[in-house]
Nanobody
Framework: VQLQASGGGLVQPGGSLRLSCAASGFAFDDYAIGWFRQAPGKEREGVSCISHTGDTTHYADSVKGRFTISRDDAKNMVYLQMNSLEPEDTAVYYC?????????????????????WGQGTQVTVSS
């Protein structure tokens, strides 16, 4: 099982990035996928989650209206489009997979329900 997050980098405030999560080794379309982030000295925060069918999504209030999650089951990929980035978005971003059939909002509130985690990708928003 492997989850690989990529696409991070340094961007100016107001800029955009698209994170990708590549999955392999499990039945991808049976799993909800979540994005989490952790900034230095802060607790891990759930950012967004998409259901295994792709028809339900949830976003943290801090990113609602700026971030968009999507999935491509044919490619075993999940994406997080991040627009209007703010310095407060600076963190290491992780993707994770959950087999539990629960709504994305509930899954995001309980990281322990995620079965597998990828290594993170650093996002830095700074001028």
């Amino acid at each position: 099982v492997q989850l690989q997050a990529s696409g991070g980098g340094l961007v100016q405030p107001g800029g955009s990035l698209r994170l990708s999560c590549a999955a392999s080794g499990f039945a991808f379309d049976d799993y909800a996928i979540g994005w989490f982030r952790q900034a230095p000295g802060k607790e891990r925060e759930g950012v967004s989650c998409i259901s295994h069918t792709g028809d339900t999504t949830h976003y943290a209030d801090s990113v609602k209206g700026r971030f968009t999650i999507s999935r491509d089951d044919a490619k075993n990929m999940v994406y997080l489009q991040m627009n209007s980035l703010e310095p407060e978005d600076t963190a290491v971003y992780y993707c994770a997979a959950a087999a539990l059939r629960d709504d994305p909002e509930s899954l995001l509130q309980l990281p322990s329900t995620f079965d597998w985690w990828g290594q993170g990708t650093q996002v830095t928003v700074s001028s």
